[in-house]
């Protein structure tokens, strides 16, 4: 959670409204107001949000949040403000959490969007909106010298309700391990992101998380429900498939990436991921483009950068632009 920051937001009626594109894991919580994501990757989505709602997105996928009576109009960025700020009275406020972090940002992707819903599962929003009050606190007393350290702690409390709510998703309940997942099994997948284009085992997944080859592979199973070799298909498909929609990236070159031994390997395998081949897939996206409003958020043409761990957070978008 190095870098992670929260702001406030805010948008008037009848607005389409997107977040700026790149390796970032968004925490979308409404506090006033209503308000539809829609989203079209992996799949085509839609929430309807309203006050104590709250989403976890990718900066990856393409988005758009319309506000009550918003049409297919160009869509712009958030009104933002820090935390703590006056509320200005807009039809929509929300409270925004940005980490910029590849792995995250993957990983959202991937799963798909998580809806905390207010009503629908009143426990998980109860932590997060106590978080989001500490939080404030936090941000409203600067002369506190470890308010950096909290600020990173509470997010990622809230990151853990997040998954919580994922992992709900995924297992009934009889097949819920008696302890929370193995966190060496989050090395592995760091590992495969930071170099996608390995040709990657499960010796070498489990090797990377310490553990053996059998353990891992079922308690991987157990917490995502699917094998690992399923999940880093999709990691590669979908990454492909992103950069397939936003540049002209040649099937052959997308087989090479995806560490395919062919083209025809790898649009088979795109195909049953996605239901679609990769020239159809990027044909039924060109045609929509002028009547979606998901299609004025800024394409992501490039991979993600390999930055290390170690290497300190830049400033993003949304931190240049926030009104104090």
């Known amino acids: 959670m190095d870098g992670v920051y ?6 008037s009626e009848g607005s389409v409204r997107v977040l700026p594109s790149g390796s970032f894991s968004y ?32 900066g990856l996928a393409p988005h758009a949040f319309l506000s009550a009576g918003a049409t297919a109009q160009p869509s712009a960025g958030f009104d933002l403000r820090s935390m703590p700020s006056p509320d200005p009275g807009h039809e929509v406020d929300i409270v925004l959490g940005v ?23 009143p426990d ?12 404030e606190d936090e941000y409203g007393d600067e002369a506190q010298i470890d308010r ?28 819920a391990p008696l302890e929370p997942p193995h966190p060496q099994q989050l090395l592995s997948i760091n590992a495969f992101l930071r170099a996608p284009e390995q040709p990657w085992t499960l010796a070498d997944l489990a090797k990377a998380a310490g553990m053996s080859r059998t353990r891992f592979a079922e308690e991987f199973k157990l917490v995502t429900g699917q094998t690992p070799a399923r999940i880093i298909s999709r ?7 992103r950069r397939i929609e936003t540049t002209t990236l040649s099937v052959e070159a997308a087989a090479e990436e995806a560490g395919y031994s062919s083209s025809a390997a790898f649009v088979r395998a795109f ?11 990027r044909r039924s996206r060109e ?7 998901l299609r004025s958020a800024p394409a992501r043409t490039s991979a993600p950068s390999r930055r290390s761990a170690a290497d300190p957070p830049t400033a993003t978008p949304l931190q240049e632009r926030v009104v104090r």
């Open 27 to 58: 925490c979308f919580m409404v506090r006033r107001g209503t308000v539809r994501l829609e989203t079209d990757f992996p799949v085509s989505r839609s929430f309807e949000l309203g006050p104590g709602d709250a989403i976890a997105i990718s």
């Open 271 to 281: 195909q049953r991921e996605f239901g679609e081949t990769p020239a159809r897939w």
């Open 148 to 175: 950096n350290l909290v600020i990173r702690r509470l997010a990622e409390t809230m990151a853990i309700n997040f998954s919580r709510r994922t992992f709900a998703d995924r297992r009934s309940p009889l097949e």
């Open 287 to 293: 045609v929509h483009k002028p009547q979606s409003p």
């Open 99 to 121: 980490a910029p972090s590849e792995v995250l940002a993957l990983g959202s992707l991937i799963m798909g969007p998580t809806f905390v819903g207010s009503a629908q599962h």
């Open 6 to 11: 929260f702001v406030r937001a805010s948008a």
């Open 235 to 241: 990691l590669r498909l979908t990454t492909i498939a």
């Open 124 to 135: 998980l929003s109860h932590r997060l909106w106590r978080a989001v009050d500490m939080l």
